[in-house]
């Protein structure tokens, strides 16, 4: 499928800031059964970008506004090639119980670590799932995301991004973060080695949970072939609609964006995903480019220099919301 | 904070002429200084033959003679950063510990050994990974915990070293072997305590010093220089020390060895990554550092990339250290190494990446991460101690022979539910050495802490270093915090001692240099405020000096201005009277000056100065100082008994001295360098929002006589004997705003003070600032002109309208000016010392509920 992924992220600050670092995860993974073909980011105020690939494969791209200003505006359209799973990767034969990985970079994704704590509930709920002898690990995985839907609820607004498993276990309830964190956990409790995904659906004309925002699932380790995403909050098995930005051992590790501010002022942050099946590849299409958007600063500060007339105003108003 | 609360060292003060005469070491333990038949160990022989020549009266004056020394000399054993706001003494016992060379040499060798083993498990471990895939330790190890930084793995580091300072903590087995009970690899401590010690020790035995043919300390220290110097390329690199701030309990550490090394010391908020390279903000605009020697722990380093929570990291650090811009010594994820868990494969780890048999043994440790040790530890637990596998983890260590019976069954247990979290060791019965109680030689146990720093190919060891005692002779518990205390170890030397120092410079010429130096703009910040504090607390006390001359007084016609002194003073304080209280005048002054909780009142503003001053201490000469240091025990503080109005006058009294003489010292003792200018602006800044202020609430409501509330306004802007020279006793309202406002001659005038802070502002542009004038300056400018423009006789004129005249059009003026002084402030914040604003971290939120998606 050859689908198009628009994600624009606005930052609106409560007053002026004089330093925004961040790090952005927005770029799709370039892997087997996903080719990213363009990937073009956007950032207002202009600032230089660099990337980098961070230690679990995923592309970072960085950048930092140190004038002041009072909104950042990011904008990542890509387009990606996926495939679907072929007839190698459809049927694996692995079996459940693995062997202990001798790779011992599995371990990370193979230990319980907040928000994937442990805890009584998760102990509970995994001897349930527990195959009785001998069972194919596809099967396990199926099984996993069969129980999660069984007795929990999809409803936004119980949950935080920083909520940990346990939360999630306590309330019955959750959205496509606790969902993945849940199977990570459930699956790491059997010995499966299991890593978070954070990527994007494109819905088409069917109904799917986590459309049009930034969604999560995860990917289970399957020695023969690798890693193979299941999708707990769907209740399915990943396919070509599925667009993956990064990977990691939970949210902690991948969330889009990551950032410092300073300043003293209070944040709020506008997120919208659009996603779009092209009929064919453009001829224009640009493999990759960052382009400056327009959003205003406020001068320069930072070199010991001097803040226009202008600010005179804002700084009188942000003396009196101190004072007030 | 004061002399007496400063040190409670032992004066040696025995009477029987030989100070070890009744020393009796606990039978069975090894002590320092005897060996097991009570004869004194020979390489002591040296040293208690000196000591006996001094004999006890005289090296009781010598001590006392050194401390005072080094007092003087303003090196203080207060240890900032106690939340409490209480300096903590720092117990240094007079006699030193005594090594022979011999035994020394063995020490040293382990040691250097050691940090090798150790820089070379951190290379393996955040590299090609060897260790784990030839399972010489389990993953657990790595990534069983937070230490491992993976964002760090595979990044390269200057010269493949990543451990540049190592310290072991030391001690002695009963059998006279030493062994390593805790090892520092992250950024270990100790090394500015160890030169204290060794300053105060060797000043005060001096001959003693000499004739022992002490090792030195200095040259340790020039290969540590040189060692950081080699880890970048540029010729001249740019080193800080990162401390994590005041309020870290060895800051005074910090800021003596930064002093020492000759770098500049920082806080994460001072430095800066742009384009992958970190800069240190300097008023004069962005200097690039080179090399950063941390005393943060690894996580906190980086807001962004490691610790989310850390507000003192740099937030980019980690990619200017990827991008190979600077280097960070110890490298970021050195904490790994200390982990306690490791102990017990470091044999095994030693024979595979170092081929050699590991020469100082760790104390013996077991993880119970691994079966067989977590049998041995289980079936023996009473005789271990329990500490948590991996440091960070906020358990201290467990004497489990002292628990009851219950307890330990509670720590079994926990063992039992998360095995590799615990490591269990063997009980150490630590040597013993001599320490001076009270006034006799009583033994002490003892461990050492070693420093040691690479060099070209392997390791300096330092000769000598901190040897912390125990608080009592029963208890292995070495510690300051409980009742323990610290001596200096002495390393003698068979051959010639080398005499390098760095207090004595030869050879090498001095380049003249007349720059001040430019500034960090955190400290900028730090003297803008200290000057507006300092200023603040002189107007306060002057005003309240008017009162209490006004008060006691019987004689003095005082009806009439008084209720207005203590308006003034109430609304410069912030104070709110408390509902439903009824106060004497007396009584009033005593809540107003003494129990006024508000930040701008009395005893929050002097508390300020103490703190910011101590926080640009190296900016200030020791007399000024010392000026500080009496600020404290001027002013009464408020307990259970009022200060009567006889007590109140003399103490306000000598604040303001005090306080004047603080002035006149910047004045005539700190070069002009920004550090004095920022001072001088926060000064200048504060008197004139006070002159202002004190005008406004005494001339704008008028009162039936003004005499005598004019003679005191002038008495209180400290400009009466001017005043009367001019104008005889002729007070009225015109002449005395002249005097107060538009007189650019006199120094208490407001438009004295615009004129100096024009003079400061147009120094300060340094670069970026283009042409024109800057936003400060127009505002200063635009004060100026309106002062020199007004109508002094208009200004005076009185409007009744209501049946209370007031002075509207001076009301009008004033307030115009005081919100353009305050702003002024606000707007010399934004141009210079913007960025010292706290960092933030953006909420970790998933996407918000978006558009719906369009196609289809």
């Known amino acids: 499928m050859l689908v198009q992924v628009s994600h624009i992220t606005e930052l609106d600050y409560s007053a002026l800031i004089s330093e925004t670092v961040m790090e952005l995860r927005m770029a799709p993974r370039q892997e087997r059964l996903q080719h990213r073909l363009s990937f073009v980011l956007g950032i207002g105020p202009a600032s230089q970008v660099r990337s980098y690939f961070d230690w679990l494969g995923n592309t970072v791209h960085t950048f930092a506004i140190n004038n002041l200003h009072r909104s950042v505006k990011i904008s990542a359209v890509s387009v990606v090639q996926t495939y679907d799973r072929d007839r190698l990767t459809q049927h694996p034969e692995d079996m459940w119980p693995l062997n202990p990985p001798t790779d011992h970079s599995l371990f990370d994704m193979l230990r319980l670590d907040a928000p994937v704590v442990d805890c009584p509930a998760l102990t509970e709920l995994a001897e349930k799932i527990k195959p009785r002898g001998r069972e194919s690990l596809a099967r396990v995985g199926l099984n996993i995301m069969d129980k999660i839907n069984e007795e929990f609820v999809y409803e936004k607004g119980i949950t935080s991004a920083s909520s940990t498993i346990a939360e999630v276990l306590e309330h019955k309830r959750g959205v496509c973060q606790d969902f993945t964190h849940l199977m990570i956990g459930l699956a790491r409790k059997l010995h499966i080695p299991a890593r978070y995904v954070s990527g994007f659906i494109h819905a088409g004309n069917q109904q799917f949970r986590g459309a049009a925002e930034t969604h999560a699932w995860c990917e289970l380790y399957f020695p023969s072939i690798g890693w193979i995403g299941y999708d707990p909050t769907n209740n399915c098995e990943v396919k070509d609609n599925f667009v993956k930005m990064a990977v990691g051992r939970h949210y902690k590790d991948v969330p889009p964006h990551k950032g410092v501010y300073r300043g003293n002022a209070t944040e709020t942050m506008k997120v919208e995903v659009h996603t779009m099946e092209l009929p064919e590849i453009s001829g224009n299409l640009v493999g990759e480019r960052t382009s400056p958007l327009n959003v205003p600063v406020f001068g320069n500060t930072g070199r010991g220099g001097v803040v226009p007339w202008i600010l005179e105003e804002q700084v009188q108003q942000q003396q009196q919301q101190q004072q007030g | ?856």
């Open chain 2, 1 to 856: 904070m004061t002399l007496q609360q400063e040190q409670n060292s032992s004066p040696p003060t025995v009477s029987d002429g030989r100070l070890y005469s009744s020393y009796a070491p606990a039978p069975g333990l090894y002590d320092e200084m005897m060996d097991s038949h009570g004869a004194v160990r020979p390489h002591w022989q040296m040293f208690l033959n000196l000591l006996d020549d001094l004999g006890p009266a005289k090296l009781h004056h010598r001590w006392e003679t050194a401390r005072q020394l080094i007092h003087d000399n303003g090196v203080t054993y207060n240890v900032y950063g106690d939340p409490a706001g209480m300096d903590r003494p720092w117990h240094l016992d007079s006699l030193p510990v005594l090594f022979s060379a011999a035994e020394w040499a063995n020490l040293e060798a382990g040691v250097a050994q050691r940090a090798r083993l150790l820089d070379a498990i951190l290379e393996d471990l955040y590299g090609p990974q060897r260790l784990l895939a030839e399972k010489i330790i389990p993953p657990e190890l790595v990534f069983g915990h937070g230490l491992f930084l993976r964002p760090l793995h595979g990044v390269a580091v200057p010269g493949s070293r990543r451990l540049h300072t190592y310290a072991a903590d030391v001690g002695r087995g009963p059998d006279g072997r030493f062994v390593v009970l805790m090892d520092r690899t992250q950024a270990p401590s100790g090394t500015g305590y160890t030169l204290e010690n060794r300053m105060v020790v060797s000043r005060a035995l001096p001959d003693v010093f000499r004739d022992c043919r002490v090792s030195r300390l200095a040259t340790f220290f020039r290969r540590f220089r040189e060692t950081l110097k080699s880890l970048s390329n540029r010729e001249n690199p740019r080193i800080v020390l990162l401390t994590p701030g005041p309020y870290n309990e060895t800051y005074f550490e910090h800021a003596y060895l930064a002093r020492y090394l000759g770098y500049t010391l920082v806080e994460g908020a001072d430095l800066i990554v742009r384009d992958n390279y970190v800069y240190l903000k300097m008023l004069g605009g962005l200097q690039r550092v080179d090399v950063i020697l941390r005393r943060q722990d690894d996580d906190f380093c980086d807001p962004l990339e490691l610790r989310a929570d850390s507000a003192l990291g740099i937030p980019g650090l980690v990619q200017a250290v990827y991008s190979g811009n600077v280097a960070v010594a110890n490298a970021l994820g050195s904490g790994l190494a200390e982990t306690p868990a490791l102990m017990m494969f470091l044999p095994a780890i030693c024979r595979r990446l170092l081929d050699e048999d590991l020469i100082l043994p760790s104390v013996e440790s077991f993880w119970c991460g691994n079966a067989e040790s977590r049998q041995f530890v289980l079936d023996n637990l009473s005789r271990m101690v329990i500490k948590p596998a991996f440091v960070g983890s906020r358990d201290k260590p467990v004497f489990a022979r002292n628990l009851s019976h219950d307890a330990l069954e509670k720590l079994r247990s926990g063992i039992m539910a998360s095995p590799s979290n615990y490591v269990g060791e063997h009980y150490v019965e630590l040597s013993t050495a001599p320490v001076l109680m009270e006034d006799r030689v009583q033994p002490r146990h003892l461990v050492l802490r070693l420093h040691a720093t690479c060099v070209e190919n392997g390791y300096c060891v330092m000769p000598g270093g901190l040897a912390r005692f125990s608080g009592s002779a029963d208890s292995m518990i070495v510690s300051m915090q409980r009742g323990g205390g610290s001596k200096d170890a002495w390393v003698l030397s068979d051959g010639p001692v080398d005499s390098f120092s760095f207090l004595q410079p030869a050879g090498q010429p001095v380049i003249i240099s007349r720059a001040g130096g430019d500034l960090p703009s955190r400290v900028a910040d730090n003297l803008f405020w200290l000057g507006r504090y300092e200023e603040r607390a002189q107007a306060n006390a002057r005003l309240a000096r008017g009162i209490v001359i006004r008060l006691m007084d019987q004689n003095f016609d005082s009806t009439a201005e008084l209720p207005t002194l203590f308006s003034a003073l109430a609304k410069q304080t912030m104070y709110a009277e408390p509902e439903g209280r009824q106060f004497s005048a007396e009584g009033k002054l005593v809540e107003i000056l003494l129990r006024n909780p508000h930040a701008n009142g009395f005893p929050a503003t002097l508390q300020s100065i103490y703190r910011i001053a101590a926080l640009v201490r190296d900016r200030m000469s020791l007399d000024i100082w010392r000026i500080i240091n009496r600020l404290d025990g001027d002013f009464p503080r408020a307990d259970k008994s009022d200060p009567a109005l006889l007590d109140l006058l003399p103490a306000l009294d000598r604040l303001i001295i005090t306080l004047a003489a603080f002035d006149g010292l910047a004045m005539e003792s700190m070069t002009r360098s920004y550090a004095w200018r920022f001072l001088d602006i926060g000064r200048r800044i504060e008197r004139a929002i006070g002159t202002l202020t004190l005008l406004s609430e005494t001339l704008v409501p008028v009162v039936d006589r003004e005499g005598p509330l004019l003679e005191s306004v002038l008495e209180i802007a400290d400009s009466i004997i001017t005043y009367r020279r001019r104008y005889t006793t002729n007070l009225q309202v015109p002449p005395v705003l002249d005097m107060l406002l538009a007189d650019e001659s006199n120094p208490r005038s407001a438009a004295f003070q615009l004129v100096r802070l024009q003079e400061h502002l147009a120094l300060l542009i340094v670069d970026g600032g283009g042409a024109g004038l800057s936003a400060p300056e127009r505002i200063v400018l635009r004060l100026l002109t309106d002062m020199r423009l007004a109508d002094i006789t208009t200004l005076g004129r009185t409007e009744d309208a209501d049946e209370k005249p007031r002075r509207e059009h001076l009301d009008r003026l004033l307030t115009i000016w005081i919100e353009e002084l305050r702003m002024l402030s606000d707007v010399i914040s934004r141009a210079y010392l913007v960025h010292i604003s706290e960092s933030r971290q953006l909420g970790f939120q998933l996407a918000t509920p978006a558009a719906l998606a369009t196609d289809s």
